[in-house]
């Protein structure tokens, strides 16, 4: 058992409610210092239970009245609960009156204010700051809302469904009513109040419905709308023509807000999104941002079918909604990115981030299955366990079932729950039941472990060649390291997508039908698989396109991965070929404590890669940067980060020197002429000619010449566009050029009034590479800058979760000054938003593996941050999972 002082909410003990509330009608009087809330519940004993109190939820609120079918009634206040206990048998009326206060709100999670406007975040359980309720998600409402406020300060007032009613009313006041047909829990709801402007789209799908698409923002804000309308635009058509999934509110509603804890938020027809999430233009947004744009307006517009008419039972099933979500907005992304090569690159990008952090979770102190078992703070599991590898659970569905089987089983699904809040087994059922006889039907309860199973499967391959039999035999073995609370694994279903190349990189036939391609569906914790016909030594490329979440180790030789990296007809598995090679590398010199070389082979192969003629710009940029350092620290018992960093270093300076050349002949045969847009050909040019100038400005730093960093300031100063303005702003600060102090300069007092772009001015240099400690220093000294604020979690993550998150040199030090910053940051950042100062918190997650005198020093910090009484529960959930 844990020890610590936050009580945990178990999975199993779920239970239905004691009441349903089956209607709302809410009245806000909108007052930055004070809003009253009215509420009016039509409540209904579940017969399902057995009859007890009526058991409300409420935070941070002022209770003036509790009427029962008009009469006052006696209650108490427990905690965060208001208790009822005479509540009727029938169904009954149920009225409250409470008060709140919106501007005092910097947690960001209930009713709060921003910019002078009225904002709403209700997921997860921010709706009982509002009013007392039974939050919960299985408590779904039908919801008429009329909001009141100064008709001037807020000429706007939005809130889900369809505006039913709207007028003046006395003293300068004005209202707006609007309704929800659809019942919804209220964790979707959401009231936006302010002076906003809109961009307008009236659109007809499909099914010849029209509907009015609306983003609203801040005035001066409009010109950078289009994308995101683009984007939304985008959604609707692909949901209605992958799984016939059409928009089902007459209007849609899209709002952005500077203030605001995560991406996005996907409430009934009025999504709320951080401005990062929404707001671009040329000149402010690079294509990396574009990019994560659109997946983002997909993946909330998405949630109107995976998440709203279909929701979550409970909270422990999040993945159900956001898994799924995850995969859909992963296969919008790659249908928008076209290209066979386009859409590998996008299938490398998910995978990269998911081995830099979820991967890391994964083996860390907060590892968690995709469904978790408990849990003291839910905000702590929005994770990337359950996003991220949720979603590749959900694309193992559709690998085992084909894509004609998963479509299917959607359809299947949305036919049984259509309205309902429902787990992850039924969502499971829906897709086998709707596969009869598919090797995920005949393993389901298997392949369930997928859900309740931490940790990230070793899989490992051996081939053996019999040159007389000519057959060719492949053994797999599969192991789920322990996690804390889930000592012993059980074989999970691992479904490999493979092929076999001789050695020229010639694919052969696997079986008689002369198929190059197949899947093997391991679900044991070894299994052999033999092939006939094989005369010669075959090359495995396995898991292609990355068919599992799993860590791969198949044994394979230099020369081996070099013919994959060459041949292989699954692109990511060309790109994973060289990662692999440069990771051994890297590995190896690691372990052997000895200076790094890269081999000549290898940087034959990577100047055969930069100078291609077939290979896309976008897919090169990939091929030729290194693991990134947290993968890295992934593949150590002990991790020692200033030798991981200076590794890493040392392999980037010999790749920039070894092939200068080839740099400065990619850098300029991939300059992109013309206006700028976001596409795929010319982002993938812009992404390579930046790393080619990055490297050629490192080279110059060793070699002493001064014509590279003279180009990327003039690069820097004319560029028409973010995307090489930062690039080349990176390329400076990144090698610690002596140009990069006048281009920060410079860019600051171009931007400064554009809080995004000042954002990215933080982030750069808190994230550089660090040298001599400077790069700590200069991250240090920026928290005393004018612009700096806790209270803006954009900003806050820009300089301190780059920090501490996102640089490993610079944050772990043996003066342990690293660790001080982060304990007095969590600790200040907790007083103002707990949220955010337990992401800020994770930074330790993995403090364990550390090299001394890392550990101690880490560990001292995460128990100086522990033993503050007053803690939130949600960083104290994560210094006490780091400390158990
Ligand atoms: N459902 C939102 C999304 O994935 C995220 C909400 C996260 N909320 C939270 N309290 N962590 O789009
Ligand atoms: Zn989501």
């Known amino acids: ?61 002022n209770l003036l009245r509790v009427l029962i079918d008009g009469s006052s009634v006696s209650f108490r206040q427990e905690g965060h609960e208001l208790v009822i206990e005479g509540a009727p048998d029938a169904d009954f009326a149920l009225e409250i009156r409470n008060t709140c206060c919106p501007e005092k709100n ?4 209930g009713l709060y204010t921003s910019g002078g406007s009225f904002f709403t975040q209700c997921e997860a359980e921010g709706f009982r700051r509002i009013t007392y309720f ?3 998600p299985d408590v779904m409402a039908v919801y008429t809302v009329t909001l009141r406020a100064d008709a001037s300060r807020y000429p706007i007032l939005l809130s889900n469904g369809n505006l039913t009613d709207s007028g003046r009313l006395d003293n300068g006041r004005h209202f707006a009513v609007w309704s929800d047909p659809f019942p919804k829990p209220s964790y979707l709801f959401a009231v936006v109040a302010g002076d906003l402007v809109a961009r307008e789209q009236r659109v007809r799908t499909r099914a010849g419905k029209d509907h009015l698409l609306q983003v609203y923002v801040r005035r001066g804000d409009l010109e950078k709308t289009e ?32 203030d605001f804890n995560m991406g996005a938020m996907e409430n009934k027809g009025l999504n709320i999104f951080n401005t990062s999430a929404l707001l671009a233009s040329p000149a402010t947004a690079t294509d990396a941002d574009f990019h994560r744009i659109e997946s983002i307006v997909a993946h909330e517009y998405f949630h109107n079918w995976t998440g709203n008419r279909v929701t979550c039972r409970d909270w422990f099933q999040l993945s159900l909604k956001e898994g799924l979500t995850v995969f859909r907005d992963q296969e919008f992304s790659m249908d928008m990115a076209g290209t066979p090569s386009a859409r590998a690159v996008c299938r490398i990008q998910d995978v990269r981030q998911l081995r830099a952090l979820q991967f890391p979770e994964d083996s860390g102190a907060m590892a968690h299955p995709v469904r978790p078992d408990s849990y003291a703070e839910i905000n702590n599991f929005y994770t990337t366990t359950v996003y991220e590898k949720g979603a590749e659970v959900v694309r193992m569905y559709q690998t085992l079932v084909g894509r004609k089987g998963f479509e299917a089983g959607m359809k299947l699904y949305f036919e049984r729950h259509d309205g309902q809040a429902v787990t992850c087994d039924d969502f499971a059922a829906a897709i086998a039941d709707a596969n009869p ?10 392949f369930k472990r997928w859900y309740s199973q931490a940790g990230t499967p070793r899989l490992t391959a051996r081939g053996e060649h019999d040159a007389a039999a000519r057959t060719y035999t492949l053994r797999l073995a599969q192991h789920t390291p322990a996690t804390p609370g889930q000592g012993d694994k059980q074989p999970q279903v691992i479904p490999v997508v493979m092929g076999l190349l001789d050695r020229h990189g010639a694919a052969l036939a696997l079986n008689a039908a002369g198929d190059t391609e197949t ?29 599992a979440p799993v860590v791969l180790d198949d044994g394979l030789s230099d020369a081996a991965l070099l013919v994959l990296m060459r041949h292989d007809s ?10 692999r090679l440069a990771l051994n590398r890297i590995l190896h010199a690691l372990r052997a404590g000895q200076p790094l070389v890269l081999s000549p082979a290898f940087i034959e192969a990577m100047r055969g890669v930069l100078n291609h003629p077939e290979l896309d710009p976008a897919f090169k940029e990939l091929a030729l940067t290194l693991p990134g350092e947290s993968y890295i620290a992934e593949q150590l018992d002990v991790v020692d980060p200033q030798a991981i960093h200076a590794a890493v270093m040392a392999a980037q300076a010999q790749l920039a020197s070894a092939l200068r050349d080839d740099w400065i002949a990619a850098f300029e045969a991939h300059q992109v002429q013309g206006g700028y847009t976001p596409d795929p050909a010319s982002s993938g040019k812009r992404a390579l000619a930046n790393l080619a100038l990055s490297m050629l400005v490192l080279d110059a730093r060793s070699s002493g010449d001064a014509v590279w960093p003279g180009k990327a300031y003039q690069r820097f100063k004319d560029a028409s566009n973010m995307t090489d303005r930062l690039g080349a702003l990176a390329a400076l600060v990144n090698a610690g050029a002596e140009l990069a102090a006048p281009a920060l300069e410079r860019f600051h007092a171009l931007f400064k009034d554009d809080a995004l772009v000042i954002d990215k001015w933080f982030a750069l240099q808190a994230r550089a590479p660090e040298v001599d400690g400077r790069v700590f220093a200069r991250a240090k000294a920026l928290t005393k800058h004018p612009d700096f604020t806790l209270r803006n979690p954009n900003r806050a993550r820009s300089l301190v979760a780059s920090l501490c998150m996102f640089n490993p040199a610079a944050f772990h030090r043996t003066d342990a000054a690293g660790y001080v910053f982060w304990a007095d940051q969590v600790l200040a950042m907790d007083a103002i938003n707990p949220q955010i100062a337990s992401r800020i918190a994770r930074a330790m997650d993995r ?38």
């Open 227 to 258: 994308h995101a309308m683009n984007s939304l635009i985008a959604s609707m058509v692909w949901d209605e023509a992958r799984f016939g999934l059409p928009l089902d509110l007459e209007r849609f509603m899209v709002v952005g807000v500077s």
């Open 570 to 579: 699954d692109a990511f598995n060309r790109w994973e070929a060289g990662q």
């Open 106 to 109: 910097t947690a960001l999670s």
């Open 847 to 884: 403090w364990s593996v550390l090299a001394e005198p890392y550990r101690s020093a880490a560990r001292e910090a995460v128990a100086r941050v522990a033993a503050k009484p007053d803690l939130s529960t949600d960083v104290r959930e994560i210094v006490e999972r780091a400390l158990a």
């Open 134 to 136: 039974l939050d919960r």
């Open 1 to 61: 058992m844990r020890e610590g002082t936050s009580p945990l909410i178990h999975r199993l003990d779920y239970q239905q409610p004691a009441y349903w509330i089956r209607k709302v009608d809410l009245t806000f009087d909108l007052d930055p210092a004070k809003t009253l809330v009215t509420s009016k519940m039509q409540v209904e004993r579940n017969r399902a239970v057995p009859h007890g109190p009526l058991r409300l939820h409420g935070e941070e609120l």
């Open 519 to 547: 899947v093997l569906v391991l679900d044991q914790a070894e299994q052999t698989f033999v092939f006939e016909n094989i005369d010669s030594e075959p090359v495995p490329s396995l898991l292609r396109d990355f068919s």
């Open 437 to 446: 006889g598919s090797p995920l039907a005949t393993r389901l309860d298997t």
